[in-house]
């Protein structure tokens, strides 16, 4: 079964460090998103991708975080200089229409020291 | 005001035991109704999609239903796999297309 694939599972920085995560969405789905889950807390939504720009995000999502598709196959998504609040699981997840349901990773644990 | 709430936060089982989740929801217009089951440290699997009041769907030993305010997932005679957090999540066409807005979740534990 199809699945989405993220990279690496996880990443330890510094504070203040840049660090870009890495998707592989399913690939005949066509809206790509991050999700993140603070440790105890509920998955909240970050931004939603399609046709090559944001559709949606949250107010979580200001001007330190930037998503991207490089290319026909990856989703990154990028946090500029990283505080010790974005200690989470980032989940990415794609789905085939805009009212699918999407289809997660298995994340990456980001931990800011 | 939580969009999603779900009860019990935790519910523990005998194996065969039957019981049902709740998660009652407050929305502008639903736009879906999903269900996710989450494994610790993995990311939610998804499980069903609801989207209007009355549509059941079923996998195995688990059956969800729908109605205008709550949702119910039922859970028949439950093994120790069926342990996990079982996520409720809605996406509100109030104000968003495509944003899911989650619950807690309930942690379930089956024992053998």
């Known amino acids: 079964e199809p699945e989405v694939t993220q990279t690496p599972s996880h990443q330890v920085t510094q504070m203040g460090q840049e660090v870009i995560l890495r998707c592989v969405p399913i690939?005949?789905?066509?809206?790509f998103y991050w999700y993140r889950q603070i440790l105890g807390q509920k998955v909240e939504f970050l931004v939603s991708?399609?046709?090559?720009?944001?559709?949606?995000k949250s107010e979580i999502f200001d001007d330190q975080f930037s998503v991207e598709r490089p290319d026909g196959s990856n989703f990154t998504l990028k946090i500029r200089s990283t505080k010790l609040e974005d200690s989470a699981m980032y989940f990415c997840?794609?789905?085939?229409?805009?009212?699918?349901?999407?289809?997660f990773g298995q994340g990456t644990r980001l931990t800011v020291v | 005001e939580d969009q999603v709430t779900q009860s019990p936060e935790a519910l523990r089982l005998q194996e065969g035991e039957s019981s049902s989740l709740n998660c009652s929801y407050t929305?502008?217009?639903?736009?879906?109704l999903f269900w996710y089951r989450q494994d610790p440290g993995k990311g939610p699997e998804f499980l069903f999609t609801l989207y209007s009041a009355g549509e059941e769907k079923e996998k195995e030993r688990l059956k969800a239903t729908l109605t205008k305010k709550e949702s119910f997932l039922h859970i028949t005679a439950p093994k120790p796999e069926d342990s996990a957090t079982y996520l409720c999540a809605v996406r509100d066409s109030g104000g968003s297309n495509y944003k899911l807005t989650f619950g807690k979740g309930t942690l379930l534990t089956v024992n053998p």
């Open positions: 929305v502008s217009g639903l736009r879906g």
């Open positions: 690939s005949n789905h066509l809206y």
């Open positions: 997840a794609s789905s085939e229409a805009s009212a699918g349901a999407p289809h």
């Open positions: 991708f399609y046709n090559n720009e944001i559709s949606e």
